[in-house]
């Protein structure tokens, strides 16, 4: 079955950086593509961007530009999510996501159980 | 881009049935089918209920219904139980872009 499994919570100071992974498993990893979804605590859904896993091409929401970088190891078929120089805001629990993309239909059909990431000083 | 307005909180009693619309732009949700829906529970990941529109996923009951009109997206759940109080939230797959709503506080009075 297909499962989507992220890393563990983490706690960084302002201005640290946090890596966050998503283990797939149950399909194959390089014919979908996977997006970062991010909920601030007790705010709502915020896409952040997306990798082909295939390519390693990505595209990344602007508000994100320059702070965020999505990676990907074929090998371990598993996507990371990096955001750099984190502020309080960053505050969130972070999904990864699978996009579904048959037949001109786009939607995103499994989640992570998402990874709480802090941000304290 | 803005996110897509959704109504804070829409409410129900069981058995009612309840409408939460999203609405976009003629760029995104009017310019597109690719509306899909997610129910999420209190610390839980989204759950799909319905994609491209008005689209069921297998598993996802026919209480749940989906439809587009010009820019705006409507979910419109019937029959309402107990387990469906929840948050709701659009999302518009716009080519290489997504957009999500504010989400929709749905409670079963």
């Known amino acids: 079955q297909v499962q989507l499994v992220q890393s563990g919570a983490e706690v960084k100071k302002p201005g640290a950086s946090v890596k966050v992974s998503c283990k797939t498993s149950?399909?194959?990893?390089?014919?979908?593509?996977i997006h970062w979804v991010r909920q601030a605590p007790g705010q709502g859904l915020e896409w952040m961007g997306w990798?082909?896993?295939?390519?390693?091409?990505?595209n990344y929401a602007q508000r994100f530009q320059g702070r965020v970088t999505m990676t990907r190891d074929t090998s371990f078929t598993t996507a990371y999510m990096d955001l750099s120089r984190l502020r309080s805001d960053d505050t969130a629990v972070y999904y990864c996501?699978?996009?579904?993309?048959?037949?001109?239909?786009?939607?995103?059909?499994?989640w992570g159980q998402g990874t709480l990431v802090t941000v304290s000083s | 881009q803005s996110a897509l307005t959704q109504p804070r909180s829409v409410s129900g009693s069981p058995g009612q049935s309840v409408i939460i619309s999203c609405t976009g732009t003629?760029?995104?949700?009017?310019?597109?089918?690719?509306v899909s829906w997610y129910q999420q529970h209190p610390g839980k990941a989204p759950k799909l209920m319905i994609y491209d529109v008005s689209k069921r996923p297998s598993g996802v009951p026919d209480r749940f219904s989906g439809s587009k009109s010009g820019n705006t997206a409507s979910l419109t759940i019937s029959g309402l139980q107990a387990g469906d109080e929840a948050d709701y939230y659009c999302?518009?797959?716009?080519?290489?872009?997504?957009?999500f709503g504010g989400g929709t506080r749905l409670t079963v009075l």
């Open positions: 149950g399909y194959t990893f390089t014919g979908y593509y």
């Open positions: 996501a699978r996009l579904q993309s048959d037949w001109d239909d786009y939607y995103f059909d499994y």
């Open positions: 990798i082909n896993p295939d390519s390693g091409g990505t």
């Open positions: 003629s760029s995104d949700v009017g310019g597109y089918d690719h």
């Open positions: 999302c518009s797959y716009i080519g290489s872009f997504v957009l």
